[in-house]
């Protein structure tokens, strides 16, 4: 009997869904009601305009730009994060030589000793990593120019967040440098799940490290894998890249505009320059962008579910 | 009763949509909100009252020139940054002196646009604002959204010491006219009062047994000196290229008159085309391509650029004269700070040497939606009296907007040297007012993107003025951006 199934389930959800609704699905109205307006964000008076802000946002270089930064980060971040972290969970819980007396499935020497390692900029607030590699950036006397003087390369001495074309580059290691230990230990988790024996078959039949990985390992790990993607690539267009470039880079967003994002510029053009609607129109287009990004990779991610 | 656990388990289907789906769907929807702009609409607008509640205004005699209602609450919000609080309670103080049966709400932030915004949007905003720091709000929106109480009774109004002379008699040359936006009404009263210019060590300069350049050959000549020694001649905050204006545009109006400065401010088309303003960028381009400046320097920010140099890495920095409080843990005892108004091109510049650019910094504002105006403002005027001016400049090392209350006070060699630059300017003050008029274009895009692009290298004098000229039309252009022009 299924009687009275649903109201049950209603009455589950009001209390969640209701603050859902007020706190999360109201203001995203509100905002693209906003769009819609000149609102500063200043004052309470503001009249409707239409679609002038939308018109202005298409013909404005520094949105173009900021939404090319922003896809580049939503791309690239999760490709590099999660490759790098897959490879190191993978060295840490199964890659390991075979020890006399150990276990047959076991991870490198030491294994225990790199998980904390790695897990232990996740520790750090991430207003306070990109602080630390400011300092570490510093053409004039940070730690990178000291090492590569120290090496004999002194005649090398980039100026790293001051170059526009290392910039952006400067700033996306740091988010991986930041992240990757999260997803180490994600994926762990996920690891050590799997049932042993499902390696130990493998490995009679001869299989290497490389065909156990992509055969067996990341076949179970998927789902894993699917929403640590989702979630890196909303870290890399939300806040998360919205604290490195406002803190490490150069005006910020620069120089000359070679590291602006999304996030920044929405910031930027209400509480800087006094544009609170203009910025929601912007904020649309984040919304829009990252729906997208997430439909993307729900899709393409679609997989037979396996059971073990 | 067939909803036993069991069967779900194999019946994937549950009202049509699978469970695993349903959850992964509910999940996936919820990080979705996650960078979203909801942020924004938390400072959402409520209509709100226009203030009805306002304190009667009290009855004006000689002790009380602006009438405050003395049994009114007065609300008194201050940015507490490199100044402090201490100054401000200091004045409270005298505020309730003066009115015992009134309330002060005295409260500090460092982030004015978060406390605040919400409160304009509401319409009850404090009675008096420092309106200061990183989340300084627009000053042009509130001027033109009508959010600021015009302070003209306040400076017609006899001044806290002396009952004869007006508060508008007793203040800085450029505070008046630096609170005006357009037209008469004078929206914000600049507290302190900042020397900007070219920032170098007095002993380092001696030990090169040199002075003070006066012209550009003879600065290039400093500069060739010093790095014989191993000396860069400047540096500046790289990571905010628009802390060089702070030496160039005095330069600029120095070498080409006022008229370039204002044209400039008004967004005229082709001011920056003027050829004073091409001669001095070129004189700056010298310093790069001479390698005169420190190398590294487009990858430093403010306080590592003065750090460096305050260890004797370069010897000249374009900066204002707050820089000695905030590098005060890294300059040495022996340093001599001292600060010069900018070098000329040479002796067929318009004005004389000396020319120097100061302005009004922390800027107060009364709302215009306050319940107490008059209570802002009499706060103020107790500010602006000699006791507190040098209470703030003992405290804090600046000076404030009363002109002179420096006697007596124990200045800081910094200090010291801004004060004498001051006199040395006598009226040939300029005053550029882009960094607060346009803010997005002098910090932003002609500060980041072209001065600094110019000074690493990567763009020519030719191409940066272009690129600016570019903005200041786009900009000139721009309706959503209120224009001001220089009376």
Known sequence: MQHGKYRFIVGFLTVPLGLYAIFVVWPFIQSIYYSFTDWTGLSPDFKMVGFDNYKKMFHDDIFWKSLQHSLLFALLLPLVTISLALFFSFMINVGGRRRKGGPAISGVRGSSFYKIVYFFPQVLSIAIVALLFQFAYNPDSGAINSLLHGIGLGSIQPLWLGDPNLALWCVMAVLVWSTVGFFVVLFSAGMASIPADLYEAALLDGAGRATTFFRITLPLLWDTVQSGWVYMGILALGAESFAVVQIMTMGPGGPDYSTTVMVLYVYQTAFRDGQAAYATTIGVALLVVTLLFAAIVMRLGRRERLEF | MGSTSGEHNKNTTFGGVGRRDLIKRSAALGLLSVPTMSFLSACASSGGDDGGDKAKAGKKTAKNPLGVNDTAQMEFVLFDGGFGKEYAQDAVKLYEKDFPKAKVKFSSTQKIGTVLQPRFNQGNPPD???????????????????????????????????????????????????????????????????????????????????????????????????????????????????????????????????????????????????????????????????????????????????????????????????????????????????????????????????????????????????????????????????????????????????????????????LKSGVAALEKAGSNVLNPRLQDWYVKLQKEQIGVSAIGEMMAGRLTPAEAIKKIQGFADAAAADTSIKHYKHK
């Not at chain 2, 006219?177 to 020397?195: H, L, N, R, S």
């Not at chain 2, 300059?331 to 001599?336: H, L, Q, V, Y």
């Not at chain 2, 002796?347 to 100061?358: C, R």
């Open chain 2, 128 to 414: 008096l604002i420092d309106n200061s720091g990183a989340e300084q709000m627009d000053m042009g929106v509130l001027v033109g959204k009508k959010q600021l109480a015009d302070l003209t009774p306040l400076l017609d109004a006899p001044s806290y010491d002396d009952p004869n002379k007006k508060v508008r008699d007793t203040l800085r040359p450029g505070i008046v006219e630096m609170g005006q936006f357009d037209g008469d009404p004078v929206w914000i009263m600049y507290y302190a009062y900042t020397v900007y210019g070219v920032f170098y060590s007095q002993k380092a300069l001696d030990s090169l047994d040199e002075k003070y350049p006066e012209t550009w050959d003879e600065m290039l000549k400093v500069c060739a000196k010093a790095k014989k020694k191993g000396m860069a001649g400047w540096t500046y905050a790289g990571k905010y290229p628009y802390y060089i204006p702070f030496s160039l545009y005095p330069m600029i109006g120095k070498v080409g008159g006022r008229d370039v400065l204002d044209a400039i401010d008004n967004l005229e088309p082709n001011a920056w085309k003027h050829p004073a303003v091409k001669a001095c960028f070129e004189a700056y381009y010298e310093l790069y391509q001479k390698g005169y400046i420190l190398k590294g320097t487009p990858g430093l920010d403010h306080i590592q650029s003065q750090t460096a140099w305050a260890k004797g890495k370069a010897l000249f920095i374009p900066n204002g004269n707050w820089v000695e409080n905030e590098s005060a843990n890294v300059i040495p005892a022996d340093f001599n700070l001292a600060v010069s108004a900018p070098s000329g091109l040479d002796s067929s510049d318009k004005l004389p040497f000396g020319t120097i650019w100061a302005s009004g910094g922390e800027p107060f504002v009364v709302p215009a939606k306050a319940k107490n105006p008059e209570g802002g403002m009499e706060q103020l005027r107790i500010m602006l009296s000699e006791a507190s001016s040098k209470n703030f400049t003992a405290k804090v090392k600046s000076l404030t907007a009363l002109n002179g209350g420096t006697t007596g006070v124990d200045l800081t060699p910094g």
